[in-house]
DNA sequence: TATTGTTATACTCTATAACTATA
DNA sequence: TATAGTTATAGAGTATAACAATA
């Protein structure tokens, strides 16, 4: 098990790690019955105020056309409201509703409380793997 | 930006990388023709020589309904071979072929290249990331 | 009776292309 | 002409339920 490659090594912790965290996450968005892309698109929205599609796209880093579609069963649910926008009337603006805010609070608390908990580590670890993950190529910080 | 819970502020860290690394991996596997289910399949079978279809759907804590469509798309590319099982003729036994040998050697590597080069770390940081992943808290170890 | 793998079905995410209504 | 959003279409992953073959 030990001795081989360190760089290898790391690199199948950390895709383990990245399996695990996207599992709990995934798990916590069912329990709100929501999809990963739902709870990431209903978060944004929640916590940036009026965002025209576009953005969410952008944000997303998929296809205009597959927001329609994400959208459309949030705003069926009652968590995001479409908007016409005042400057330019092509755009739709997204808003969360109440009841949006309440749930993408609620989920996003139970996120992170799981990945916490996946973690295990005292506080001395916490900060040394933050200096670590600051220095990370992230393609977007979010 | 500083002055946050630090808890939080890790945790956001550790999403944005979940994301940047999961992209990175769906890109590199891309490269490949593969998507991310079948490249982590592929590499299931070639690493861990002959097994059954089951055993595929317990590694990747899915429906073994979903398996037959992942395995049918790698067999019809000549990656992996459905072979009948001696012991026990309800069991269909899993082989990479040699091209899918080589097509999972070639794209695990890809992949932890990319996975390094995203780092940035120097030997000390690697380390150190080594040393504190070990205690997260799997569920699945690869 | 229980298990293995498949099929049928349905839903979500994903992209491309074509369309509309604006700009 | 270019842009914002939608629709149509297609492919992939996912789960549930029902099924045949085998244990």
Redesign the pocket.
């Known amino acids: 098990m030990t001795g081989g490659d360190p760089t290898e090594e790391i690199v199948e912790h950390l895709f383990a790690l990245v399996d695990s965290l996207r599992a709990g996450f995934e798990a916590t968005a069912a329990a709100f019955d929501l999809?990963?892309?739902?709870a990431k698109v209903l978060r944004y929205v929640a916590g940036s105020g009026p965002v025209?599609?576009?953005?969410v796209?952008c944000r997303?880093?998929?296809?205009?056309?597959?927001?329609?579609?994400?959208?459309?069963?949030l705003e069926d649910r009652g968590l995001v409201e479409?908007r016409a926008?005042s400057a330019?009337?092509?755009?739709?603006?997204l808003v969360a509703t109440a009841r949006g805010q309440e749930v993408a609070g609620a989920l996003w608390s139970a996120v992170r409380s799981g990945a916490v908990a996946q973690l295990r580590m005292d506080d001395d670890d916490r900060v040394t793997l933050l200096r670590l993950l600051g220095r990370v190529d992230h393609v977007a910080p979010r």
Chains 1, 2 share one sequence.
Do not use: E, L, Y
Request: hydrophobic share 30%; with cysteine; net charge positive.
């Open positions: 999809s990963v892309a739902q025209p599609m576009r953005d796209a997303m880093r998929c296809d205009a056309s597959n927001v329609t579609g994400i959208i459309d069963r479409r926008s330019d009337r092509r755009v739709k603006t």
